[in-house]
């Protein structure tokens, strides 16, 4: 059965359906934030135990100071374990599975229920470390062996996606379409903890990014339809197309009845969306999203302001300017001066 034009709510333009080559908006934003992992330290914990990890910006002093911020990944080489945070239930890893903490929230470990709980700080040896930390602790039984990796990312300074994420991903070996390659890799990663030797550091970089990517996807494929946040904008059919091209061509003089022709809406019906979705209208959208690719071209070359302005999207260097001192405080070549100084790159 039609429906009469009046009783539509969307405007039905031509779907622009994103063929094969569409930008993958999720593998454009992690180009940015430029994801490198790394392995922090092995853990061989036996009876009933329990130890205390803290906020990630406690590690990041320690192996790589600046600006970064740490996801942090725990994979269960041997036995069973629980994985706490406050104010959420537990969550139980079996052997061969990863737990993810995206934004790096402090959290505890253990095995058991009644185990006093002991600070990763009190088993760490003093850094700087020349090699791989090993922490053993516990009473004796059965024993847990955990490897921990971290992820260092560069700061979304406006377009924080990992965000709204929950602060826990859990990667299970659930027998899906990518369980061999996930358990073969979590396998290596293991392997590689213990064994080093040529090339060591960047395969394991690679195999942690790729379990981040792949957690960051599982999270995406369950969320409800309901969900907000950037992870779900990627999944509703009509925004994550305006984010498409954004993404695929931020420097063009966009409108918002432009991204709604590429969407395939109204313009009321696509702002609706965003609204209910992402919390922001498509124009505050792209113009975060310019911002901090203006951002990462101040760190990462030597460009002038007035260049990356008109890259971005801007018209002018004025334009952008007044953007960015908006939203930062400080001009674009005062916050390139003291990002470098601190070593921000």
Same mark, same amino acid.
């Given at each position: 059965? %039609?429906?009469?034009?009046?009783?539509?709510?969307?405007?039905?333009?031509?779907?622009?359906?994103?063929?094969?080559?569409?930008?993958?908006?999720?593998?454009?934003?992690?180009?940015?934030?430029?994801?490198?992992?790394?392995?922090?330290?092995?853990?061989?914990?036996? *009876?009933?135990?329990?130890?205390?990890?803290?906020? &990630? %910006?406690?590690?990041?002093?320690?192996?790589?100071? *600046? *600006?970064?911020?740490?996801?942090?990944?725990?994979?269960?080489?041997?036995?069973?374990?629980?994985?706490?945070?406050?104010?959420?239930?537990? =969550?139980?890893?079996?052997?061969?599975?990863?737990?993810?903490?995206?934004?790096?929230?402090?959290?505890? $470990?253990? &095995?058991?229920?009644?185990?006093?709980?002991?600070?990763?700080?009190?088993?760490?040896?003093?850094?700087?470390?020349?090699?791989?930390?090993?922490?053993? /602790?516990?009473?004796?039984?059965?024993?847990?062996?955990?490897?921990?990796?971290?992820?260092?990312?560069?700061?979304?300074?406006?377009?924080?996606?990992?965000?709204?994420?929950?602060?826990?991903? /859990?990667?299970?070996?659930?027998?899906?379409?990518? /369980?061999?390659?996930?358990?073969? &890799?979590?396998?290596? =990663?293991?392997?590689?903890?213990?064994? *080093?030797?040529?090339?060591?550091?960047?395969?394991?970089?690679?195999l942690t990014e790729l379990l981040f990517i792949e957690a960051l996807r599982r999270e995406m494929c369950s969320l409800p339809e309901t969900s907000v946040g950037w992870l779900a904008a990627l999944r509703d059919e009509y925004v994550s197309r305006a984010l498409q091209a954004f993404h695929a061509r931020p420097g063009r003089?966009?409108?918002?009845?432009?991204?709604?022709?590429?969407?395939?809406?109204?313009?009321?019906?696509?702002?609706?969306?965003?609204?209910?979705?992402?919390?922001?209208?498509?124009?505050?959208?792209?113009?975060?999203?310019?911002?901090?690719?203006?951002?990462?071209?101040?760190?990462?070359?030597?460009?002038?302001?007035?260049?990356?302005?008109?890259?971005?999207?801007?018209?002018?260097?004025?334009? $952008?300017?007044?953007?960015?001192?908006?939203?930062?405080? =400080?001009?674009?070549?005062?916050?390139?001066?003291?990002?470098?100084?601190?070593?921000?790159?």
């Amino acid at each position: 059965m %039609s429906l009469a034009p009046d009783q539509l709510t969307e405007t039905p333009f031509r779907r622009a359906v994103p063929g094969p080559a569409a930008l993958d908006v999720l593998s454009d934003a992690l180009r940015v934030v430029r994801a490198s992992g790394a392995l922090l330290l092995r853990g061989e914990f036996t *009876g009933s135990w329990a130890v205390a990890t803290p906020d &990630s %910006s406690a590690i990041a002093r320690i192996v790589c100071p *600046g *600006g970064a911020r740490l996801a942090i990944m725990h994979l269960l080489a041997e036995g069973d374990c629980w994985i706490a945070l406050p104010g959420r239930e537990r =969550v139980r890893l079996a052997t061969g599975e990863l737990v993810l903490f995206p934004r790096g929230d402090a959290h505890l $470990l253990g &095995s058991g229920d009644h185990a006093a709980v002991v600070p990763v700080s009190a088993l760490l040896p003093p850094a700087p470390w020349t090699e791989l930390p090993v922490l053993r /602790h516990g009473g004796g039984g059965e024993r847990a062996r955990i490897v921990c990796c971290y992820l260092r990312c560069d700061d979304l300074l406006f377009t924080p996606f990992l965000e709204p994420l929950p602060p826990v991903l /859990h990667l299970r070996a659930d027998g899906g379409s990518t /369980h061999e390659w996930v358990s073969a &890799s979590i396998r290596y =990663v293991i392997a590689e903890s213990t064994r *080093g030797g040529p090339g060591s550091g960047a395969l394991v970089g690679k195999l942690t990014e790729l379990l981040f990517i792949e957690a960051l996807r599982r999270e995406m494929c369950s969320l409800p339809e309901t969900s907000v946040g950037w992870l779900a904008a990627l999944r509703d059919e009509y925004v994550s197309r305006a984010l498409q091209a954004f993404h695929a061509r931020p420097g063009r003089a966009w409108t918002v009845e432009g991204v709604a022709r590429e969407a395939g809406l109204s313009r009321s019906a696509l702002v609706a969306r965003f609204q209910r979705v992402l919390a922001k209208t498509p124009m505050q959208y792209l113009t975060t999203w310019r911002l901090q690719l203006a951002a990462n071209r101040l760190l990462a070359t030597s460009e002038t302001v007035a260049a990356i302005a008109h890259a971005v999207g801007y018209g002018s260097e004025v334009a $952008l300017s007044h953007a960015f001192k908006r939203v930062t405080g =400080v001009s674009p070549a005062a916050w390139r001066r003291s990002h470098r100084r601190s070593g921000t790159t």
